[in-house]
């Protein structure tokens, strides 16, 4: 293991894989029924959250592999993979080469401007569904040259792919509904929670400034729980640091530089205002957002002459 931080990984899995275990024990047909509901949702609630910050983890992990030998890392993104419910290895394309790359252009298929709701809370909601589909474009483009390319990254991809959908089947024969409620939803909540927390870390925000391009979240709490995703402009500027470091970096290079206001000390009271109340959709300056002409997205997707570096598919190290 690179850093011994990485242990609150390893215990994030380890408290998902153990909370699934758990409420797949109960009989199916008393889990939600009668008092059982008093423990039943907040279980449920549980295993949402600890995907989620799984999710968190796959994000980490495709820019700071968490251990020094290849061999290990590949099977640890198999595993990862399954509390996340997406192939570790197919982060890389949308999020490395589009979204950090070309942030807020057309390039960046997460670009906050594709949401245009007049209720702001609408594009809270729905950010994932409107981006959901240049994000599968763009990977299936990225995976059809990565077969050639460079064969063990994709072989990488594949396993995990098949890994995750073959665990699918099983849990599906063993008992359908613990598969639905306990793992599949889960899943997509981590999914959703992922890629909306790219619209509370850029919507507003002055993209083509040195420091005022990312929202940060600073709150101690909810950055034990992220593994330090709050800290987001550092992390742009330096995406290989390891999650471990970010604080530390970002009080020296970015504290003194940034706007106050993209230092949030609550994520949760950000959420509030942002969404229910007053719910205005505003610049980081606190004026009415005036959104950018939306056309089609830009190819991102890297070309025949490019490089290997040019690729950026780093995981697995």
Not at 18 to 39: C, D, E
Not at 250 to 274: D, G, N, V
Request: hydrophobic fraction near 45%; charged fraction near 15%.
């Amino acid at each position: 293991m690179r850093y011994r931080a990485d242990l609150r990984t390893l215990a994030f899995m380890a408290t998902f894989f153990g909370l699934v275990a758990v409420q797949w024990a109960v009989p199916a047909a008393n889990i939600f029924k009668g008092a059982s509901l008093l423990v039943a949702l907040p279980l449920f609630g549980l295993t949402c959250f600890f995907s989620f910050f799984c999710a968190v983890a796959t994000h980490n992990t495709i820019h700071s592999p968490v251990f020094e030998k290849r061999s290990h890392n590949r099977i640890f993104q198999t595993i990862l993979t399954t509390t996340y419910g997406h192939p570790v290895s197919a982060f890389v394309p949308g999020h490395n080469l589009s979204h950090h790359k070309h942030t807020q252009t057309r390039r960046d298929v997460m670009r906050t401007s594709k949401t245009r709701f007049r209720w702001n809370l609408l594009n809270g909601l729905l950010f994932t569904v409107m981006v959901a589909p240049s994000i599968m474009k763009g990977e299936s483009q990225y995976f059809a040259q990565m077969k050639e390319r460079l064969p063990t990254w994709f072989k990488q991809y594949r396993i995990e792919f098949w890994f995750l959908h073959g665990l699918y089947v099983v849990l599906l024969l063993l008992n359908w509904k613990c598969f639905l409620l306990f793992v599949f939803l889960p899943h997509k909540y981590a999914a959703w929670g992922i890629v909306t927390m790219n619209l509370l870390q850029h919507d507003g925000c002055d993209a083509d400034s040195k420091y005022n391009h990312s929202r940060n979240f600073v709150g101690p709490l909810v950055n034990w729980f992220t593994f330090n995703n709050g800290y987001h402009t550092i992390h742009h500027e330096h995406p290989g640091l390891h999650w471990s470091l970010t604080p530390a970096a970002h009080e020296s290079e970015i504290h003194p530089h940034i706007h106050p206001a993209l230092e949030q000390k609550s994520l949760l009271a950000y959420i509030f205002r942002t969404f229910l109340w007053p719910g205005k959709r505003t610049t980081y300056l606190g004026e009415p957002l005036v959104l950018p002409s939306e056309g089609p997205d830009e190819n991102w997707v890297p070309k025949p002459e490019d490089t290997k570096q040019d690729l950026g598919a780093i995981a697995p190290a």
